[in-house]
């Protein structure tokens, strides 16, 4: 079966209390958590880098998937899996050796996820998913937190589905990143998508937010969600989602 895994967005802690919020993230059901690697050219913002990934990875034995929002991605394959990260995606946008990246990333020991932009087509990625493990669709332009949901993301998700199924990539795993809230992850769960980054929209809501509190309500609620989509959805969804990963 098919696991819905909600992977906390470490760029939306408080840095200040880290260690605090992983073990209250942990409590709230976090199995892992997301990185937010922004260098100041691929994206219009600088956030994190490998030295918080090497932090975090001494204090939880949950995986950690690293996004790197920086240009050529290729150099610092080797840093972000070293620093302990599981799956490390690399935008198609920002490399020009997709392939050869993504290669990278697996001889590194890491698993080979890629991302997309929201306007970026699904075809750019149809090549290289004998390589890939994850696919990343942005529901927001990457660069920062609290934006607005972009709905034809949702689309993207339902195409790109259809998309694995059509070339024997069931295994492949969908993962959506940005404005991830109950109304959009039920969304999401119907389009296929089984991996969602929780950011400001979902758990770190406000200041002092009892964010144990809120993802264990996130779940619940996409749990919920998917138990109506496989009870009202055809066969098509239950195969998808019964598809072993
Ligand atoms: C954008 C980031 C965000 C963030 C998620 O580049 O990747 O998607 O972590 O946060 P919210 O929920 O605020 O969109
Ligand atoms: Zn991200």
Same mark, same amino acid.
């Given at each position: #079966?098919?696991? %819905?895994?909600?992977?906390?967005? %470490? ?6 209390? $880290? ?12 199995? $892992?958590?997301?990185?937010?690697? #922004?260098?100041?050219?691929? =994206? ?11 932090? =975090? ?19 610092? %394959? ?47 990625? @149809?090549? =290289? ?8 669709? #942005? ?21 790109? @589905?259809? #998309? ?24 999401? $769960? ?12 979902? %758990? ?10 809120? $993802? ?6 996409? @749990? ?13 969804? @239950? ?7």
């Amino acid at each position: #079966m098919r696991k %819905i895994k909600i992977a906390p967005s %470490i760029m939306c802690a408080d840095l200040l209390n $880290l260690e605090r919020d992983v073990r209250r993230l942990e409590k709230g059901g976090a199995r $892992l958590f997301h990185f937010d690697i #922004m260098d100041g050219t691929f =994206v219009p913002n600088i956030a994190l880098g490998a030295g918080i990934v090497k932090a =975090v990875r001494a204090s939880t034995r949950h995986p950690l998937d690293t996004h790197l929002m920086i240009i050529h991605p290729e150099k610092y %394959i080797r840093q972000f899996a070293d620093a302990g990260s599981d799956i490390i995606s690399i935008h198609a946008e920002a490399t020009v050796h997709l392939d050869r990246a993504l290669q990278a990333i697996k001889d590194a020991g890491a698993r080979p996820a890629v991302a997309l932009n929201p306007s970026t087509p699904l075809n750019s990625i @149809r090549h =290289v998913l004998d390589k890939t493990e994850v696919v990343l669709v #942005m529901a927001v332009n990457p660069g920062f937190a609290g934006q607005a949901f972009i709905p034809g993301t949702v689309r993207k998700v339902a195409d790109l @589905r259809k #998309m694995l199924q059509e070339n024997g990539a069931e295994r492949v795993e969908i993962e959506v990143d940005g404005c991830v809230n109950d109304r959009t992850i039920a969304m999401f $769960l119907e389009a296929g998508a089984n991996i969602f980054v929780g950011g400001t929209a979902g %758990i770190f809501t406000k200041e002092g937010t009892d964010i144990t509190a809120s $993802l264990s309500r996130l779940y619940a609620n996409a @749990r919920s969600s998917l138990k109506d989509i496989l009870r009202k959805g055809g066969a098509g969804s @239950r195969k998808w989602w019964t598809q072993k990963n």
